[in-house]
């Protein structure tokens, strides 16, 4: 079956460290994979969005990363900060679709 | 530029009536809306696909004549939720595409409006 996981435990990191976030999916295949940061009683906001002839992409303080063999995307933040503590959601264009995974929430502590 | 407004952001309903939630594009014209629910601590689960001047199409278990939608603009869709039961209540989300874009978001990203919290007694 078709699944989009998604670290299910919170990440608690220190402020000024990298947050890494990581996206598996199974019996997809994405041509292109984003991610979005969600937070409480709100829509998700569009991040990033990577390509699959693309390895890696950046934006500011973002990075994702993106292997087609391994299925797996990894979402980075670096010098984090405690405005960053959110859930960030993976999703992969699926036909017409985005399909969600679960999200991971992330929490950045001063 | 792209930016998605829903209305109400919250509601609260008696069992048996029926909720309307409007979802705009204020900068853009979308061809394509969509309508998602989430449940607390779960992910975004698609209910339809609207496009415009055509009928909305339903993702498998998903009653459409218990959500109505209606996309009769390129700037405008709604979902009525019709006799509404406390397992109705959710976060209703909409989101559209710009089917303009390209470069960094290219142009089958959703751009998400900020949800609708549904709360039925």
């Known amino acids: 079956s078709q699944k989009i996981e998604q670290n299910s435990e919170a990440l608690n990191i220190q402020e000024g460290k990298t947050a890494t976030l990581t996206c598996n999916y199974t019996n997809y295949s994405p041509a292109y994979l984003q991610w979005y940061r969600q937070d409480p009683g709100r829509g998700p906001v569009f991040l990033l969005l990577i390509r699959e002839n693309e390895k890696e992409k950046r934006k500011e303080r973002l990075k994702v990363t993106f292997d087609t063999t391994l299925k797996q995307s990894l979402f980075h933040i670096t010098a984090s900060q405690p405005a960053d503590s959110a859930t960030y959601l993976c999703?992969?264009?699926?036909?017409?679709?985005?399909?969600f995974g679960a999200g991971t929430i992330l929490r950045v502590k001063s | 530029g792209a930016v998605v407004s829903q209305h109400p952001s919250w509601v609260i309903c008696k069992s048996g009536t029926s909720v309307k939630i409007e979802c705009r594009s204020l900068d853009f014209q979308a061809t394509t809306m969509f309508w998602y629910r989430q449940f607390p601590k779960q992910s975004l689960m698609l209910m339809a696909t609207s496009n415009e001047g055509s009928k909305a199409t339903y993702e498998q278990g998903v009653e459409k004549d218990k959500f109505l939608i209606n996309h009769a603009s390129l700037t405008l869709s709604t979902l009525t939720v019709t006799s509404a039961h406390p397992e109705d209540s959710s976060f209703y989300i909409c989101s559209a595409r710009d089917p303009t874009l390209s470069g960094l978001a290219g142009a089958d990203t959703q751009y998400f409006g900020p949800g609708t919290r549904l709360t039925v007694l």
């Open positions: 999703a992969l264009v699926y036909g017409n679709k985005l399909v």
